[in-house]
């Protein structure tokens, strides 16, 4: 077990809806980094939150959107979805947000978009 | 842009064979490497990491890797796997100017029968 865990652990949504992932990090981590692993692929950055604010995105369009709350806990955001943002969801989490810190992964949220 | 290629999709093994996995990556300047491996049913855990150094890095349950610049290559390595090794391996990369971000290869499917 890593600490971060991730909720819901599953869920379906319809085209067109919103939805919200959480994640709570690892006690200690002030740095949340949020992934979309579509299936037979690796992990894709979608973006870092630190200390509440953005400090670095992937090649996802602004409808991915976050939160990082004082207590460094996270919500991912994805408006208006598509049949092609189903994936698995990743949260990892880690002590600064310096490149050679350590990630620690959750076991992430498996989004099915019908 | 920077990516991570992973040359095997699926490897199939005995146990008591050796192990290597390749991992090439496309980036000039300095890296930061990792290995992680997903067990089944479990989450993303780190196998190994290079930041700087000597080139030979050895992670736990006796892995190691090799970082060769001139090849861009950080190849996982293991003298004899175990039926506990079978699982998925993702190489990454960090590059020093994007945070804990990671770019992760597709993944190499290790199976392994005893």
């Known amino acids: 077990e890593t600490g971060v865990t991730q909720s819901p652990t599953h869920l379906i949504k319809t085209r067109g809806q919103q939805v919200t992932l959480r994640c709570s990090s690892q006690?200690?981590?002030?740095?949340v980094s949020w992934y979309q692993q579509a299936l037979g692929q690796g992990p894709q950055f979608i973006f870092q939150?630190?200390?509440?604010?953005?400090?670095g995105r992937g090649n996802f369009p602004p409808r991915f959107s976050g939160l990082q709350f004082p207590n460094y806990s996270s919500e991912l955001n994805v408006n208006a979805l598509e049949l092609d943002d189903s994936a698995l969801y990743l949260c990892?989490?880690?002590?600064?947000?310096?490149?050679?810190?350590?990630?620690?992964f959750g076991q992430g949220t498996r989004l099915t978009v019908v | 842009a920077q990516s991570v290629s992973q040359h095997n999709h699926h490897v199939i093994l005995s146990e008591a064979a050796s192990l290597e996995l390749g991992c090439n990556y496309s980036?000039?300047?300095?890296?930061?490497l990792f290995w992680y491996v997903q067990y089944p049913g479990q989450h993303l855990q780190l196998l190994l990491k290079?930041?700087?150094?000597?080139?030979l890095v050895k992670g736990i349950k006796g892995f190691e890797a090799e970082f060769i610049k001139s090849k861009f290559s950080f190849n996982l390595r293991k003298p004899s796997v175990q039926w506990s090794d079978t699982a998925e391996y993702f190489c990454?990369?960090?590059?020093?100017?994007?945070?804990?971000?990671?770019?992760f290869g597709k993944g190499t499917t290790l199976s392994v029968s005893s």
């Open positions: 939150y630190y200390r509440e604010e953005e400090n």
């Open positions: 006690s200690g981590h002030n740095t």
């Open positions: 990892a989490s880690s002590t600064t947000s310096t490149p050679t810190t350590e990630a620690f």
């Open positions: 990454a990369v960090n590059i020093n100017q994007a945070g804990t971000a990671l770019i």
């Open positions: 980036y000039g300047g300095t890296v930061n």
């Open positions: 290079y930041f700087s150094g000597d080139p």
